[in-house]
């Protein structure tokens, strides 16, 4: 399956995109395909286990990081709360940086993404 982007327009090449309430940036079970910088605002992620209480994350974050590092695959669907605004980062650029680390240090950035992912280490701090 394959996300729609074209909404986001021409800033699929790096620039920020102004996004307004409800618009969607993400859907479970897809590949992850682009990284969001969250510049300003907040998204609300609904996880797959329970709807009604959808995590809020706010800017500066990382949108994707950890769904990309486990599994390749967004494990929520996210959604702008409010204005906000995203930069949008291709992450196939980051995969193939990441392919060219050493061993262990691909090794620990897994594990993080894996904690980030489970809820056990913090994301917006």
Known sequence: MHVDLSHLGVALGGGRV?????????????????????????????DGGDARQPRLIAAPAV?????????????CLAVAHGPAEVQPLVATTLGRRMAALPEGHRRLLADLAAEIAAGVAPVNR
């Open 63 to 75: 949108l994707g990081l950890g769904d990309l590092m486990s599994e390749g695959r967004w494990r």
């Open 18 to 46: 102004r996004l307004l309430h409800g618009e969607v940036l993400a859907l479970p079970g897809v590949a992850v395909e682009h990284l969001f910088l969250l510049r300003r605002g907040s998204v609300l992620a609904f």
